[in-house]
């Protein structure tokens, strides 16, 4: 049986997929240009896990939903502190506001859902989304990373996106 991804979902995972490709293609991001992708990556992931926290009557999804608001904060944390150290600024650049406006769209759209929908919708964006992420970091992100303890910190926090898409993958199982 084929699954029907929702349009949000794919959207999201084709603009941070394309986008990071792309920039791959064009010799890849700077850090200062990295480190915008990487605090925008997790916002967006912080925003839609709040709204699902706040929105869900599921108790495996509101579980699902704090454990990206924590864990996403988290990482930003890092990477802020990170470029803090560095005197590294975060630059704008199309991904990171590819990466805005698909994660405005998914909320705008999870905003007019509710019960299963709403679940089954978040939760198969994020599946996407996290697959998305981890093409990023392995094929643009970590290989473009010039500075050393950015590419570790890219390279740190992959086992826990990696985990994260397991953890979505299974309950977007238990959801059908």
């Known amino acids: 049986m084929t699954r ?19 920039a791959h293609a064009a010799e890849g991001p700077n850090d200062a240009q990295i480190a915008a992708i990487v605090v925008t990556a997790n916002q967006v992931d912080v925003d839609a ?3 699902a926290a706040g929105r869900t009557k599921s108790a495996t999804v509101k579980a699902f939903a ?8 988290g990482v930003n ?11 590294v600024k975060p630059q704008d650049n199309p991904t990171a506001q590819s990466l805005q406006k698909g994660g405005d769209d ?10 299963a929908a709403f679940d089954k919708a978040y939760v198969d964006h994020e599946v996407d989304y996290h697959v998305a992420v ?7 992100l970590i290989p473009s990373a010039s500075n050393a303890e950015l590419k570790a910190l890219l390279v740190k926090v992959r086992p826990a996106i990696d985990a994260h898409l397991q953890h ?6 238990a959801l059908k």
Do not use: E
Request: proline fraction near 2%; aromatic fraction near 0%.
């Open 4 to 22: 029907r991804l929702p349009l949000a979902a794919l959207a999201a995972a084709a603009t941070l997929s394309l986008a990071a490709h792309a």
């Open 49 to 51: 896990g709040k709204l």
């Open 66 to 73: 704090q454990q990206m608001v924590t864990d996403h904060s």
């Open 77 to 87: 944390k890092m990477a802020v502190d990170l470029v803090t150290k560095l005197k």
């Open 106 to 115: 998914n909320l705008a759209k999870l905003r007019t859902l509710d019960g």
């Open 134 to 140: 981890l093409d990023a970091l392995d094929q643009v």
């Open 168 to 173: 979505a993958r299974h309950l977007q199982g």
